[in-house]
């Protein structure tokens, strides 16, 4: 973390010599970027971005079945919830496409500064949002265009960093590099389910249901414009642009992008299938199972996915000492089949008592943490240079739409029907899915 990014300095001109040369050569020499500070600032805006969409994840579940949805009964209005909280996944390419216009034609401190406050004020707007019972459907039709913004904005605020860190890691580092981003999620996560775990805890339910659920919307806005700072503080910088410049990491066409490498973008999505699935089964999905069908306390239980959080974030960077060790494809194929094996477990886990019930949360923070940890970039690295920054950015949004963003969905809705077993063989397609996407690239790598 305390070696330095060296930027190729920029050709020396054919005029201004003597002092103006000198100060510009020596500012060039001295034009370092720190992967440290890379780190920071991925850390600290991914956490932003898991924070808002946890806030909205966790009050699909404890608030918007019976503040927009009070006509229906408690399952069904949860599964409306699930619905809505699936758009912001289907428009995220949307959105990633259109940041992509916006950087080339007004720069990438001008998409970064739109996207997040577009992400902070559609989160922000929620909290402000009328319940059914006073606007009707309208309210609805509201929160489903602030869900929309958060998508869109979400995938505007694509910046690179992860790519810049990866391509520059020492080559036995490259596993612990690759897992620093994604600390972000359980960061986002532990701030959100302790935020809602308080208000639970401490105001009574008409209250909560009232107002108290909007605390964590309007802190969603707060938590933004910080993070909004500290990552503008390294894209204004001179030597990240030198830095992104040198790599290529630049926006490409995407009719360019599909015709000459389309086919890592549907792999490298496959390739982290079953962590993507494993990330909402362990933190929306299982708090509408104990709500729904459960006798455990609920603040207790979000208790319990906070230590989880905590276990997730600890097994992130033993994910990149046993991808620098044994690489990257092994441990995402060892995870998966972790995963396949947890996920037989899951009807007598989550079907159990409190005691069960926990021990599915801390097993599958933990599995998370060791197979997230690794999901960026797994495939990217097979692009083009030209080609990687829109690439990476297209093939996240596949594998959030694939894998996670119809998981609280698909699987409340199956558990309610067929009960917990076709959980277990929706998380068991996943990883299947992940171990053959992973040996079809790994034979396409030895032709290559």
């Not at 992400?119 to 309210?139: E, I, R």
């Not at 249901?209 to 503008?232: D, E, Q, S, T, Y």
């Not at 998370?368 to 920054?389: E, I, M």
Request: glycine content about 12%; overall charge positive.
């Amino acid at each position: 973390m305390s070696q330095a990014l060296p930027i190729p300095s920029p050709a020396p001109s054919s005029h201004g010599a003597g002092a103006h040369g000198a100060t510009a050569a020596n500012s060039a020499a001295e034009a370092r970027l720190a992967p440290g500070d890379i780190a920071v600032g991925v850390v600290i805006g991914r956490a932003s971005e898991y924070f808002d969409f946890f806030v909205y994840g966790i009050a699909s579940v404890l608030v918007f079945p019976a503040v927009f949805f009070p006509f229906a009964d408690p399952l069904t209005g949860t599964l409306y919830a699930f619905a809505l909280f699936t758009l912001a996944f289907l428009v995220r390419p949307l959105g990633t496409l259109a940041g992509m216009a916006v950087q080339q034609r007004f720069g990438r401190g001008a998409k970064l500064t739109g996207s997040l406050l577009l992400l902070g004020t559609s989160t922000v707007c929620m909290a402000l949002l009328p319940g059914f019972a006073t606007a009707g459907a309208t309210a609805i039709w509201l929160l489903a265009a602030c869900r929309i913004g958060q998508g869109l904005a979400l995938g505007a605020s694509w910046d690179g960093l992860p790519s810049l860190l990866a391509i520059h890691a020492p080559a036995d580092r490259r596993g612990w590099y690759a897992m620093l981003g994604q600390l972000g999620a359980p960061l986002g996560f532990f701030v959100a389910a302790a935020l809602f775990g308080y208000l639970v805890s401490a105001v009574p339910a008409h209250d909560f249901h009232n107002w108290g659920w909007r605390f964590p919307f309007f802190a969603a806005f707060a938590i933004n414009v910080v993070a909004l700072f500290a990552r503008l503080r390294l894209v204004v910088a001179p030597e990240y642009s030198q830095g992104l410049q040198a790599a290529s990491l630049q926006p490409c066409s995407l009719r360019e992008l599909l015709g000459r490498q389309g086919h890592p973008i549907a792999l490298g999505a496959f390739a982290t299938l079953a962590s993507y699935a494993l990330f909402h089964l362990v933190t929306i999905f299982p708090l509408s199972w104990v709500l729904l069908y459960s006798e455990q306390d609920l603040a207790q239980f979000l208790g319990v996915q906070l230590l989880g959080a905590v276990l997730a974030a600890v097994a992130m960077p033993v994910s990149g000492w046993l991808a620098d060790r044994y690489g990257r494809r092994s441990t995402l194929g060892s995870t998966a089949v972790a995963i396949g094996a947890f996920s037989l477990a899951t009807p007598w886990l989550l079907g159990g008592g409190p005691a069960a019930q926990d021990a599915f949360i801390l097993v599958g923070f933990v599995l998370l943490g060791l197979s997230y940890g690794q999901s960026a970039g797994a495939v990217t690295a097979s692009f083009a240079p030209r080609l990687r920054y829109t690439g990476a950015a297209l093939t996240s949004d596949l594998a959030w739409i694939l894998g996670a963003a119809f998981a609280p969905l698909v699987a409340l809705g199956l558990s309610s029907r067929y009960g917990l077993g076709a959980v277990s063989l929706y998380l068991l397609s996943g990883a299947v899915a992940t171990l053959l996407a992973l040996r079809v690239h790994r034979r396409l790598a030895s032709r290559g």
